[in-house]
């Protein structure tokens, strides 16, 4: 199965008189101008070229665009720039530029619904964040709102780091018993940064949020 490569698709063709068939010599003659595409799974994403030959009516001899001679090379190529180019060709090229639109629009109102969410924050909301200073490839932590009291916010860690962005924890991770207060605000500047990646609510049981780890002293100083 190829799931992207070219076509080619006539787009033009009309009778020629004055070309002399260099097999049979008739002078009757067709010019078929193709447009060549790309296409991804059949779709025609935009075209890349046309291209011109012409055909004997009589013996169906086909000369190809660079044979083509008598003159009739700059006919061909007004002829060919004067054939616009169908539409449906850049359909897949619309059709990324949507997607694209989409994911961009559907990105700004994701954006805007978590500054609300920050700005009003919730117990139980949690924050994706990256810790750019990690060194290891697992620079991503959670946190979760315990308790909110005023412009302060309660929080506790994740007990795992992600490599990536999760929307679920691991089944052996949780949020430690232990909290500690930040103001509002630092997360919002978080936020602006980038690093604060996504702000979580009204998630299902199955992401694992509303486990418990127990925080041991030996955790903060076993490790490093
Ligand atoms: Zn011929």
């Known amino acids: 199965m190829i799931a992207y490569g070219w076509s080619a698709k006539n787009i033009k063709q009309a009778p020629l008189e004055s070309y002399e068939c260099p097999h ?5 003659s067709e010019l078929v101008i193709f447009a060549k595409y790309i296409h991804i799974f059949w779709i025609p994403v935009f075209p890349i070229m046309k291209t011109a030959i012409i055909v004997c009516n009589q013996c169906k001899h086909e000369t ?15 002829l060919k720039s004067a054939v616009p180019l169908p539409k449906y060709m850049f359909s897949g090229l619309l059709l990324i530029l949507a997607a694209i639109g989409y994911f961009i629009y559907d ?11 920050l700005d009003a924050p919730q ?9 750019n200073e990690e060194k290891t490839e697992h620079k991503h932590y959670l946190l979760k709102v315990r308790e909110v009291a005023g412009d302060s916010v309660w929080v506790s860690n994740s007990s795992f780091n992600y490599n990536g962005i999760v929307s679920e924890l691991d089944p052996k991770d949780g949020f430690y018993d232990v909290m500690y ?3 509002k605000n630092d ?6 940064t980038g ?15 509303d486990r418990e780890i127990e925080f041991l002293e030996t955790d903060s100083m076993g490790v490093e």
């Not at 049979?24 to 009757?28: A, R």
């Not at 139980?124 to 990256?130: G, Q, S």
């Not at 609510?201 to 992401?207: E, L």
């Open 64 to 78: 190809e665009e660079k044979a083509i001679t008598l003159g009739t090379q700059s006919t061909i190529k007004q």
């Open 181 to 183: 207060g930040m103001h």
């Open 195 to 209: 690093d604060l990646k996504k702000v979580i609510r009204d998630y299902s049981s199955t992401a694992g949020f």
């Open 24 to 28: 049979c010599q008739q002078k009757q």
């Open 107 to 117: 990105g700004m109102q994701t954006d805007k619904l978590e500054l609300t969410y």
């Open 123 to 131: 117990r139980r909301d949690v924050y994706l964040i990256k810790n």
């Open 187 to 192: 997360l919002k500047e978080i936020k602006k």
